[in-house]
């Protein structure tokens, strides 16, 4: 015999679907330990990695947000290249002597050593290689909880010497694959920055002549400390 669910019957039913089964699908969520663990060791054994990135910024006093979109390429030690494409062309190339941010539409290049560009970067330290979760930030669940809408896991990192007036960083790791596709933060001025990562690659053979850069002819380059 067919019954038909009441109305309350179909809600209640509809509730269970959506918000407990998925939870049991996820299995257990690691610890916190477990976690930086996992994410530890699979950017150990990255030699070389790329991704499609989205950044938005969004700056409170301005009162303007702004959206910018490109591929990352990274390779140890102390490579990277951030290729923006939209809405317009910029490229910051780092190498282990040099990093150099090239703006076309300006004809300008910034040169800058790369030690003292990466001294106070702890996430890029980690991405390239040379720093650790655990000996950079200190780590705790975000106020949302361990996932998120997506059920990919989430925490909070606390940089241990705070720089930029940031305090907090989450980051999201996706939970099949243990890689990083997110990370957002705030600054003490309210500005706030959101960084997606999608279609990311891990030991594909990248070349150390990508991480190279010469500005064209006529660039103006200034030298920054």
Not at 17 to 46: F, I, T
Not at 70 to 90: A, C, H, I, N, Q
Not at 185 to 213: K, P
Request: net charge neutral; proline share 7%; glycine share 8%.
């Amino acid at each position: 015999m067919i019954r038909k669910f009441s109305g309350n019957g179909w809600f209640s039913w509809l509730f269970l679907l959506l918000v407990l089964l998925p939870a049991a699908a996820m299995g257990e969520v690691p610890s916190l330990d477990e976690l930086a663990s996992k994410v530890q060791s699979k950017y150990d054994r990255a030699e070389d990695l790329k991704a499609r990135f989205v950044q938005v910024a969004t700056f409170k006093t301005m009162g303007r947000t702004i959206r910018e979109e490109g591929t990352v390429y990274f390779r140890k030690p102390k490579r990277m290249l951030w290729d923006y494409r939209v809405p317009s062309e910029k490229k910051l190339v780092v190498n282990p002597q040099d990093a150099w941010l090239y703006l076309p539409e300006d004809g300008v290049a910034y040169l800058q050593p790369t030690d003292s560009l990466l001294k106070g970067k702890m996430t890029i330290r980690f991405l390239t290689g040379l720093g650790t979760l655990r000996e950079e930030f200190d780590l705790s669940r975000p106020p949302g909880g361990a996932v998120d809408e997506k059920g990919n896991y989430v925490m909070d990192l606390r940089p241990k010497n705070p720089e930029l007036g940031i305090t907090v960083l989450t980051m999201t790791v996706d939970r099949n694959t243990f890689l990083v596709t997110g990370f957002r933060f705030s600054d003490i001025y309210g500005n706030r920055t959101e960084l997606v990562f999608e279609d990311t690659a891990v030991n594909t053979g990248l070349s150390d002549d990508l991480f190279n850069f010469s500005p064209p002819p006529g660039t103006e380059i200034y030298r920054v400390p």
